[in-house]
């Protein structure tokens, strides 16, 4: 018997209308744990680096990590990946909801697509039965919209969609694939996803989830979930609102934006407004947002309640989580009305909430500095907020300029030419990035930023604080109870890091601790990643639940399989480099890992490199970012190396 | 006839607070697991969340009395102008939904407040729900005590008031005869 895991993937080969259950190999849970891990490895095995994410030889990955359907709580996640449209690098973007959980007791871990459907489709999973359906009735129906008709379609209420929208369909580069209340939004793979033809995904599920040694198991979860309520009445102080607490930002819950409000940039991520939060826009957005919130919800089996279902009178109701509240409001200089009546469509189209509006923000800048004329924008009406929905109807029909947008600033400004590419000035690995422009380099943002692999800070950053304490009692009333971290020294690092002075940034923490800080908090999102556990339960708040010290207990009782904190460790440094190896062979290198240009007024050229260097190095990378051969055979993957040495990517004497 | 005090378990429902994550179904499927806690699956679940996000209806439901045949009549409620089907709000195993039964066999579920030896504080749904849209009081309750008529016996007096004892009495030896 498989515990925690099923056993069985689905191979959909949409080419051919082919479906199979495939049992899969023990040893890769082992190896791997599951999630983004095996999808990593299977991406590595399956698709050559030179197939174009819009071939049908790409595969789109569907997984379920490896505790969802357990009884652990906040493991829900899909972990999709696919080759990113976008960056052309390896795309994993995640979801929570209840779809993965659905996968689980449908009995299968995850779902493989390769090859193309002539016509539109949807595949539904109903237990052993799994049909390809024809979709063609659904074609340019909103996300949302198409996961209710499926579910009366299906007369199965409780089955769960994952969908595309418009956006998808047409390919647009920043198409996200919509759950309910999630999405997985990041990098593109909506648009895999409509290019593979497939508009969505039903599933439905009745069979077990077995757990190993389930006394200690339940046990686990139950101080999970005393510690919750315990850690929800000690709110870290001295931090911004929204990481104070647990969950992925309370933003549906909280009315107090002045942090992001002042401190993120509005339009194209550039304009920074100071003095913008006062009492009077404090009371007209707690109006607004509490008359058209309804109600505040969570994903499977979690207590928090991160989302809110969205009802603004006139138009039809949706679920939003996170900051896609503020995302479109600042990039228009509007207010959260209009946010709130934007994401609507955009949820519909199924559109990345942070890149989008950056997009659209980046048209309007180049079309005030003449370089997009009034022949590109014909049509668009002169309010601000028309602007707006009239460029995101554009984008997603891929229609006139909205053709060139659908592409991203990055492949946008490329195209425009013209001097736009100044622009396009927010992007890593020309990927959109949050609209934050800060004064002095801190040395670990600097590391996370330049190396993750997802390109998005979110997917690094968590358990230590992003700045520090003022005084030395806050710092010791911190250190106190942070049982979270892996070693003693993390709490060194905090109380000797000064706001100012010789222990403060850019020179503290020291080059060898920001590697170890960053490595830390990385281990923390791969481990979350594999199991499918939500970020804001582990890798992404202060003191969270989870952490190195109680997880390998958790999947020791949940598989069975034994593995204690050094045994984890080094199952998560083989995926991170594993996912490093996929990019490397997809042309990655150092020159690509930089921060936009003007994240802080303060850089430091001589330092960054020194950095880089000593990360590098910590990794078991050589200096151009690519995993050593050393590295990668204590880590059991020579199969790696002998391939980078094929492609004369690793050199045979280098090692 | 005397008075006697009966303990009255009671699971006290606010749909309000209900955050829809249905844990309370992962909870209640995984302690009525053979081994305890061994295996969990919502649809073995004897609480199930009637769930529709977009029109914003939660509500938490817990498995009664088996049915042998559905309601010929359904009534439709409006609660704050949200639309529930009688079925909703009924407890009834009963064959004209899926909810209730063991998925594999078909057979009927029921709550039974997670009985178990030393006993539970709370039933798990409620432990397992931070949010407190479940609660878990007992109340004392002081009933007059009756003799209670075994199940067959309630049958029969009905019969006896339809038909006169000795009709029953020869159709009962009719029976015993053919079996």
Known sequence: MRYAETGYNLEIDLSRGNIERVETDPKLTELHLGGLGTNAKILWDRVPPETEPFSPDNLLIFAAGLLVGTPAVGCNRTIVTTYSPQTLLMAYSMMGGFWAPELKYAGYDRVIFRGKSPNLIYLWINNDKVEIRDASHLCGKGAVETEELIRQELKEPKAQVAAIGLAGENRVYMASIEQGRSSASRLGIGAVMGDKGIKAIAVRGTKDINIARPDQFMELCNEVLKYIPVRDKKPVPGVMPILAGLGSPAEMKLVDEEWHTQNFMWGNSRTRKKDYWNKEIEEKWKETQENVRTRLISCYNCPMKCAATISVPGISTYMMKCFSKLTYTMAAFSDLDFGFRIAQRATEYGVDGFSTPQVMAFGLELYEAGILTDQDMAGMPSDNEGRFYWLLDRIVRREGIGDILANGTYWAAQQIGKGAEAYAHNNIKKHEQLPLKLGMLNPVYFLMYSTGEKANITQIEGNFPQAPFPTMEEREDFVKDWIQVPDEKFKKYLLDWEPRGERSNPYYPTIEMSCEIVDWQEKMHYIDDALGMCAGLSSFPLKPPYHIHNYPAFISSATGIDIDEAGLTQITKRNRTLLRAVNVRRGLRRIDEKPPEDHWKKRFPELEEKLLDAYYKFKGWNNDGIPTKETLHELGMDYVSEDLEQRGILKNEQG | ?179
């Open chain 2, 1 to 179: 006839m005397s008075k006697v005090k009966k303990k009255v378990k009671v699971i006290k429902i606010d749909v309000d607070k209900c955050n829809g994550c249905r844990a309370c179904e992962v909870a209640c499927s995984a302690f009525h697991a053979k081994p305890k806690y061994s295996s969990n699956n919502p649809a073995r679940s004897r609480i199930r969340l009637i769930r529709e996000p977009l029109k914003d209806k939660y509500l938490p439901v817990y498995a009664g009395e088996y049915a042998k045949a559905e309601c010929t009549g359904k009534d439709k409620y409006v609660i704050d102008g949200k639309e529930y089907d009688e079925c909703d709000f009924c407890r009834a195993s009963c064959p004209s939904r899926d909810l209730f039964k063991e998925p594999d066999s078909g057979l009927p579920l029921k709550c039974d407040m997670c009985e178990d030896d030393p006993p539970q504080e709370k039933p798990l749904c409620v432990q397992w729900c931070l949010n407190d849209a479940l609660t878990y009081e007992e109340r004392e309750e002081e009933v007059e005590e009756e003799v209670k008529l075994e199940d067959v016996e309630i049958g029969l007096e009905s019969m006896v008031d339809k038909y006169g004892l000795q009709k029953v009495m020869d159709t009962v030896a009719r029976m015993a005869k053919k079996e």
